[in-house]
């Protein structure tokens, strides 16, 4: 089966990739030259565990290649996939569609025979039907249909995620394709991931309300956290207290410094659109979104406090930027939300991330100073921050690191650590919604 990817991006390429271990026969294209000529060359754009195998091995078996060019490969496509970005629309909250309608048409000049386009980019509902109507205007004798296949993978985890997913959702209106769609993800059979069969609007919409959903547990538990903190509760007993009602689930409750990434913002705020645009409340979506923005600026006010009341003139390492640990992705990440504010109030920023500081670089004001190493960042700092829980931060040699510190004040946003051990190493130590 021949597939084309549109967009090599972090869902284009693990998607492709994959798709290419299922045994197709894979083009990722891109428009960005230097991430093909990267790949082309055998190096991997982005940072994603098992990525770089996973790819080397396909382009070596000849069943994945790299290319800008949309023409042969998508006029010899079976399945042509548009993985491209749908930011955020600049003023409005929109899902931006430029990227996805600029490949439907530039993939309409070059079908031949029969094709499927299959939106896997997280798109507003109607967006295939847009899709529809840009390529059947572009090239009215295409063979052709649309159908909608959203991805769910998380970046840290993306090709077990994509290789075991926990369903696959297929929005689709014709036999033909979703007969060539389910022959695709046939390798999955024998692990019986559940295949959703739907029409376009409803898989458009089953990818938003999840993420949204899973946004909404985050502030549910950042809220409670807050209250724990004025009532003398632990948020880890709560959690895990309601956790284990399976009606609950335990995933998705660690209470943190709010949610980032390049999926739950975007999408929480492109949902509240989508209903604004059809009459249609989404009031729970709005309040999560509202505390999310909030919960940034109580750790602002958090490590303020820890601080004796001001950033000014103090000197804090900064250890995580990047929204969660095992990715290279700063998009949204809380930690260009804090970090500006921390400035803006006198403080200075040294900072460290194992994977994240190439792109933090361009991100962050440039009066923050990177390190490549953990001890060399809290040298002379007045306190210490976690923001991400990357696992080398897990067994720190917390001795030697409160030595190099001028002072010992330890603000962990995720929680890792225990109060009592903190305590003992001689930390004055702060966490979130946990007694001190
Ligand atoms: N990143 C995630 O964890 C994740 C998970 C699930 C769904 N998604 C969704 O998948 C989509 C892609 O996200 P991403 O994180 O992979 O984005 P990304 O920015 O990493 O990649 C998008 C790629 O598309 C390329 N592109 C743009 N226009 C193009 C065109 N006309 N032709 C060819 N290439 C083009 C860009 O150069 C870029 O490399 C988004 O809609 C996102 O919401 C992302």
Redesign the pocket.
């Known amino acids: 089966m021949n597939v084309v990817m ?8 693990v998607s492709g990739a994959c798709f290419a271990e299922f045994g197709a026969a894979v083009t990722c ?4 030259q230097s ?1 093909i000529d990267q790949l082309n060359a055998g190096k991997i754009p ?1 940072y994603e565990p098992g990525l770089d195998d996973l790819v080397a091995r396909n382009a070596a078996a000849g069943r994945l290649q790299f290319t ?1 060019e ?1 023409d042969p490969v998508v006029g010899a496509a079976d399945l042509v996939f548009i ?5 955020t629309r600049r003023g409005d909250g929109h ?1 931006d569609l430029v ?1 996805v309608y ?2 439907a048409r ?1 993939i309409a000049t070059h079908l031949s025979g029969y094709t499927v386009i299959v939106d ?4 507003p509902v109607g967006t295939a039907r847009q899709v529809e109507r840009i390529i059947r205007e572009s090239n009215p004798a295409a063979d052709f249909d649309v159908a909608s296949n ?6 840290g985890a ?1 090709i077990s995620d994509f290789m075991r997913p926990d369903r696959v959702v297929l929005g689709v209106e014709s036999e033909r394709a979703e007969k060539l769609l389910r022959e695709l993800y046939r390798p999955l059979n024998l692990i019986e991931a559940p295949v959703l069969v739907t029409n376009l609007e409803s898989a458009e919409l089953v ?1 938003y309300a999840s993420n949204a959903f899973l946004a909404t547990k985050i502030s549910f538990i950042n809220e409670i956290a807050n209250l724990c903190e004025h009532v003398g509760a632990d948020v880890h007993a709560v959690a895990r207290g309601m956790g284990l009602d399976g009606r609950i689930g335990k995933k998705f409750l660690h209470a943190g410094p709010g949610y980032g ?3 739950f913002p ?2 929480t705020t492109a949902l509240i659109r989508i209903a604004q645009e059809h009459g249609a409340s989404c009031r729970i979506v709005e309040a999560t979104v509202e505390v999310n923005a909030a919960q940034k600026a109580r750790m602002v006010k958090k490590i303020r406090e820890a601080l004796g009341g001001s950033e000014s003139g103090k000197t804090i390492a900064v250890l995580g930027l990047t929204f969660k640990p095992e990715t290279d ?1 700063m ?1 949204d990440s809380p930690s260009l939300a804090i970090i500006p504010n921390l400035i803006d109030k006198g403080a200075v920023i040294h900072a460290h991330d194992p994977q994240g500081m190439r792109e933090a670089r361009e991100q962050l004001p440039g009066q923050v100073k990177f390190f490549d190493h953990v001890h060399d960042a809290v040298t002379g700092v007045d306190a210490i921050v976690l923001m991400t829980e990357w696992n080398e931060y897990r067994g720190l040699d917390f001795i030697q690191l409160k030595k190099r510190m001028n002072d010992n004040v330890f603000i962990d946003l995720r929680n890792v650590y225990e109060s009592a051990v903190m305590k003992e190493l001689g930390f004055e130590y702060f966490c979130v919604g946990r007694p001190a």
């Open positions: 549109i967009g090599s991006g972090y869902v284009g390429l294209i891109d428009v960005d991430k982005i800008t949309y993985a491209v970005g749908t930011p899902a990227y600029e490949a530039q896997k980019s997280t798109v959203p991805e769910f993978l998380r970046e993306a990818k990434g390049s999926c975007k999408d992705d998009r």
